[in-house]
Structures are given as C-alpha cells and as structure tokens.
C-alpha cells in the first residue's frame, strides 16, 4: 500500500519562510515525476513545482524564484522550499507522484498540509 505524508505546514508572516516534505511509503515502480500542488479555497487544484526522474525541473510563474523543489531518493522524500511567503499562497499543499501505468498514468496523492500566511 502506497502512502504519501507531508509535513512542514504552518502560519507564517508574509516575507517568511517554510519547508514542505513529503516521504512515500510502499512499493511505487516507475516514477516520471514528483510534483507539489496546492488548493486555495474556492479555487482548482494548480501544479505549484515538479521534478523528473532525471531531476529536471519546473514552477508555476508565481512561485519562481521564490520556492525550490527537491528529492532524496534513497529517503524516498521530496521536499518544497518556501521563501518569500506571500498572502496569496496560503493554501493546502499536496504531494503527488505520478508513475508509469497502463493504460495510463497512476497518480497517487497525499493528505496535504495547510499552509497560511498572514499578511
């Protein structure tokens, strides 16, 4: 059974900073990407940072330069640097993997973790 867990969530003042991670459990075989998405309330679910298998990776326009993705393999984590923490990217943050499957892609999510910035 495949479990993802985030941690790192909180309040914080606009300007600061937090770190998101996120640890899977389980046997996952075939992994293309691992990726960060958030939902503010009231609004969709947005792709917020992603890293390929090969380590390449990508950001939302509104978070570059600002947040940082990264992974560790061997501790099957992936992690999101948050820095300049601004009002509008308070939400609930989510893990995601998505792996190779027939006929299509599988993805698996975490629970999420709020994130809050007070302005």
């Known amino acids: 059974q495949v479990q993802l867990v985030e941690s790192g969530g909180g309040l914080v003042q606009a300007g600061g900073s937090l770190s998101l991670s996120c640890v899977a459990s389980?046997?996952?075989?075939?992994?293309?990407?691992r990726s960060w998405y958030r939902q503010a309330p009231g609004k969709q679910r947005e792709l917020v940072a992603a890293i390929t298998s090969g380590g390449r990776t990508n950001y939302a326009e509104s978070v570059k330069g600002r947040f940082t993705i990264s992974r560790d393999t061997a501790k099957n984590t992936v992690y999101l640097q948050m820095n300049s923490l601004e009002p509008e990217d308070t939400a609930v943050y989510y893990c995601?993997?998505?792996?190779?499957?027939?006929?299509?892609?599988?993805?698996?999510w975490g629970q999420g973790t709020q994130v809050t910035v007070s302005s």
């Open positions: 389980g046997s996952i075989f075939g992994i293309n990407a």
């Open positions: 995601n993997i998505k792996a190779i499957g027939w006929p299509q892609t599988i993805d698996y």
